[in-house]
């Protein structure tokens, strides 16, 4: 069981910037990878970022650019630092850790971009 809590979302004017983070229970070395996922009202829930335990990352091409994710292993946090923000981000982002063939969803924060 990995128990994650996101933080940092909030409301912010488009073009600026805002970082999430997503602080585990366990060590983020032991899994396999974490993810951002963004979900706006009425659609889908859509992969943001990832970042495997080797370090590899992979970006949604909405994101690319604009978006990084990192980590602090130290910490057992992983980070996602938005830039440029647009209305068009806006949407409930959650991280998501994958260990072995289970996946483990934090609870979620709101980022609201307004025009």
């Known amino acids: 069981q990995v128990q994650l809590v996101e933080s940092g979302g909030g409301l912010v004017q488009a073009g600026g910037s805002l970082r999430l983070s997503c602080a585990a229970d366990?060590?983020?070395?032991?899994?396999?990878?974490m993810a951002w996922y963004r979900q706006a009202p009425g659609k889908q829930r859509e992969l943001v970022a990832r970042l495997t335990t080797g370090g590899t990352t992979t970006y949604a091409d909405s994101v690319k650019g604009r978006f990084t994710v990192s980590r602090d292993n130290a910490k057992n946090t992983v980070y996602l630092q938005m830039n440029s923000l647009k209305p068009e981000d806006t949407g409930v982002y959650y991280c998501?850790?994958?260990?072995?063939?289970?996946?483990?969803w934090g609870q979620g924060t709101q980022v609201t971009v307004s025009s």
């Open positions: 366990k060590t983020i070395s032991s899994l396999n990878a």
């Open positions: 998501k850790a994958d260990k072995l063939f289970v996946a483990y």
